[in-house]
T-cell receptor, first 116, second 112 residues
Framework: EAGVAQSPRYKIIEKRQSVAFWCNPI?????LYWYQQILGQGPKLLIQ????????DSQLPKDRFSAERLKGVDSTLKIQPAKLEDSAVYLC??????????????FGEGSRLTVL | KQEVTQIPAALSVPEGENLVLNCSFT??????LQWFRQDPGKGLTSLLL?????REQTSGRLNASLDKSSGRSTLYIAASQPGDSATYLC???????????FGPGTRLSVLP
C-alpha cells in the first residue's frame, strides 16, 4: 500500500515570495491534515479536511496561508507571501474515518521550507 | 486545554540497554494515544496506537502502556540498538475533539 506522498521535499525561497506544497494521502483515507513542525518541536496542526470539507483551520494564519482539497483526494497548501518565521517542515498526514472518529495517523516525508 | 510533555528531552544509552520513554498529558479524557518515531529529515512513522480502553500495546521490542487516570504513557524499548536512535513523539487525541496534540519529543541516541 502506497504511503502519503508529498512534494517538493525541499524548497528555498526569499521572503515575500510564494510557495505551494502538494500532498496525496493514502487511498481511501477520508481525513487529511497539514502540520507545521519547527525544529525541536512537535507538529502543530494547520488545517484538517474531512473529504473535501474543512473541519478545523483555527490555527491556520489565513492572511498568508491557504489550503484546498477540491476532489476529496489530494491537497495543496500555499503560503503567500512567505515570512522568515515560516521556515519549517510542512507535514501532510492522513487517517481513515471509522465510527465517527479519525483513526491512526500516517505521515508523509514532509516538505522542508527555508525562507531567506 | 490538553497539553503533552515528554521528559527527558534527550537520552543517551549504550546498546543493549532496556529503556523507558515518558509521555504526560494534562486531561485524562482522551480517545487514544499514538507513539511515533521521527528520523532526522524525515516524516513521522507510527509505532503504536493505544485506545483509551486499552492498558498496553506491543509490537516487537516495543511496548506502550497507558494510565489515563494519572495522565501518563510510557514507551518501553527492549534491548536497544543503534538503529533505534531517533526522536520519539507521543500524541494524544482528546475525547471531545478530533485532533491530536503532540508532545515535543524525546531524542534518543543508542551508542554502539
Amino acid at each position: 500500500e502506497a504511503g502519503v506522498a508529498q512534494s517538493p521535499r525541499y524548497k528555498i525561497i526569499e521572503k515575500r515570495q510564494s510557495v505551494a506544497f502538494w500532498c496525496n494521502p493514502i487511498s481511501g483515507h477520508a481525513t487529511l491534515y497539514w502540520y507545521q513542525q519547527i525544529l525541536g518541536q512537535g507538529p502543530k496542526l494547520l488545517i484538517q479536511f474531512q473529504n473535501n470539507g474543512v473541519v478545523d483551520d483555527s490555527q491556520l494564519p489565513k492572511d498568508r496561508f491557504s489550503a484546498e482539497r477540491l476532489k476529496g483526494v489530494d491537497s495543496t497548501l500555499k503560503i503567500q507571501p512567505a515570512k522568515l518565521e515560516d521556515s519549517a517542515v510542512y507535514l501532510c498526514a492522513s487517517s481513515p474515518f471509522r465510527r465517527g472518529m479519525p483513526g491512526e495517523l500516517f505521515f508523509g516525508e514532509g516538505s522542508r521550507l527555508t525562507v531567506l | 486545554k490538553q497539553e503533552v510533555t515528554q521528559i527527558p528531552a534527550a537520552l543517551s544509552v549504550p546498546e543493549g540497554e532496556n529503556l523507558v520513554l515518558n509521555c504526560s498529558f494534562t486531561d485524562s479524557a482522551i480517545y487514544n494515544l499514538q507513539w511515533f518515531r521521527q528520523d532526522p529529515g524525515k516524516g513521522l512513522t507510527s509505532l503504536l496506537l493505544i485506545q483509551s480502553s486499552q492498558r498496553e500495546q506491543t509490537s516487537g521490542r516495543l511496548n506502550a502502556s497507558l494510565d489515563k487516570s494519572s495522565g501518563r504513557s510510557t514507551l518501553y524499548i527492549a534491548a536497544s540498538q543503534p538503529g533505534d536512535s531517533a526522536t520519539y513523539l507521543c500524541a494524544v487525541r482528546p475525547n471531545y475533539g478530533q485532533n491530536f496534540v503532540f508532545g515535543p519529543g524525546t531524542r534518543l541516541s543508542v551508542l554502539p
